[in-house]
């Protein structure tokens, strides 16, 4: 009876022993589920904010294609526009390359004219003609 007992006894010890053993793998299995959990919540969070993020991304991109489809029906005009006054500079510029050559010959005439006076006065010499002096003084005049 004694061996029986000394039995139980062993029996019961390691019977604690595995309780114990349990025990701690029981609190370990409990931490880590407070870990998981806790995680859980943090990645639920972050994917809340990052939903938000996409909702927002979607609206800008909404707006932007709002806007790219404006822009894209007025750049049709806007490209007339710029071809019209491309064709408008064209034009000035030829309008003012003529304009030049036009001041230029009249510069050339004016030199002429300029010229021209400038020998009539030197033919003329000193003579002053007076065209109130009487019929006989002109004579005299265009004779000499």
């Known amino acids: 009876m004694e061996s029986e007992v000394e039995q139980l006894r062993v029996e019961l010890a390691a019977a604690v022993r595995s309780n114990d053993i349990l025990r701690a793998e029981v609190q370990n299995t409990q931490d880590d589920l407070s870990y998981a959990t806790h995680k859980l919540k943090d990645l639920e969070l972050q994917m809340l904010k990052k939903d938000e993020n996409i909702n927002c991304l979607q609206i800008d ?68 003609f007076d065209p109130f002096a009487g019929l006989d003084s002109r004579r005299q005049f265009l004779l000499e």
């Open 61 to 128: 991109f909404e707006e932007s294609t709002k806007q790219l489809t404006i822009m894209k029906g007025i750049l049709p005009k806007v490209s007339g526009d710029r071809d019209m006054l491309w064709e408008r500079v064209k034009q000035c510029s030829e309008e003012n390359k003529l304009l030049k050559k036009k001041i230029e010959a009249l510069e050339e005439d004016l030199l002429l004219k300029e010229g021209q006076i400038t020998i009539l006065k030197d033919s003329l010499g000193n003579k002053l």
